[in-house]
């Protein structure tokens, strides 16, 4: 699978995307199926779990901070390509926002979250960046078959 992350592209992944040696996402489109699966864990500011998604659905929520979204099988046959969102129920911000954007390949479209050290990833149209750690502007790379790591 190609993922794209702003404008970098990561070329032939295993859809898993690890943040500071942590694997913290994973995104999975199933061989005949129009669907597209998130797998999350989710922390706050200090670094605490507070949250995980699992192939879309909330298996673990404090406070019902979080809320998913998700184009169904159905659905994604008639309108366009399948997408899954999850949102802040207390902000109203978008934490994360993948679609498919091609035959195997999604596109992380815009999300703000921390990782399990607290610290906060960006990503737009434009970049991925962890907070005072990395940024990555108009990258292309391959990772043979493995996952993404940064940080």
């Known amino acids: 699978m190609e993922l794209l992350l702003g404008s970098n592209s990561f070329r032939n992944t295993n859809g898993i995307l690890k943040l500071q040696g942590k694997e913290q996402l994973v995104l999975e489109m199933p061989a ?9 864990d989710l922390y706050d500011p200090e ?33 366009g390509p399948a ?15 993948a679609t498919v954007a091609g035959q195997d390949k999604v596109s992380l479209v ?8 607290g ?11 962890i907070q005072g750690v990395l940024t990555k502007f108009n990258e292309v790379c391959d990772v043979q078959g493995g996952m993404i790591e940064l940080g």
């Open 83 to 97: 997408w899954v969102k999850v949102t802040d129920t207390t902000t109203g911000g978008t934490v994360l926002e």
């Open 32 to 40: 005949g199926e129009r669907q597209l699966f998130l797998t999350m």
């Open 47 to 79: 670094g605490k779990h507070v949250a995980h998604v699992r192939r879309n659905q909330l298996a673990f929520n404090d406070k019902d901070r979080f809320a998913l979204s998700t184009s169904s099988n159905i659905l994604a046959l008639f309108t």
């Open 119 to 129: 610290q906060l990833i960006e990503i737009t149209p434009h970049v991925c960046r």
């Open 110 to 117: 815009s999300g703000k979250f921390h990782t399990h050290k």
